[in-house]
Nanobody, 123 residues
Framework: QVQLVESGGGLVQAGGSLRLSCAAS????????MGWFRQAPGKEREFVAA????????NYADSVKGRFTISRDNAKNTVYLQMNSLKPEDTAVYYC????????????????WGQGTQVTVSS
């Protein structure tokens, strides 16, 4: 079992930045690929970014490529999402998730989820 707790959400103006953190506990953090997903009101939860167990490989949704950066610190059991040049359409609840799968680009490939943190971008 892995417990995930997100933090760092909030209200920011368009063009601003936020850094989300996700602290993991319970099992060996480096055994899990990690991902960030988001869900806007009335919409499906969508993939945002993922990072491999070692941190050497990152994947991003096209909508955030060049603006968001995912990273991890295995010594601190934490994964981060740096979000720059934020847009109103980035407004959503952001979730971090942990995966034991070899492939981890889809929601169904994640075993554990955090409770989410709200990000609101005003225009």
């Amino acid at each position: 079992q892995v417990q995930l707790v997100e933090s760092g959400g909030g209200l920011v103006q368009a063009g601003g930045s936020l850094r989300l953190s996700c602290a993991a506990s319970g099992r060996t953090f480096s055994n899990y690929a990690m991902g960030w997903f988001r869900q806007a009101p009335g919409k499906e939860r969508e993939f945002v970014a993922a990072i491999s167990r070692s941190g050497s490989t990152n994947n991003y949704a096209d909508s955030v490529k060049g603006r968001f950066t995912i990273s991890r610190d295995n010594a601190k059991n934490t994964v981060y999402l740096q979000m720059n040049s934020l847009k109103p359409e980035d407004t959503a609840v952001y979730y971090c998730a942990a995966s034991t799968y070899a492939s981890y680009l889809y929601r169904g490939q994640y075993n554990y989820w955090g409770q989410g943190t709200q990000v609101t971008v005003s225009s």
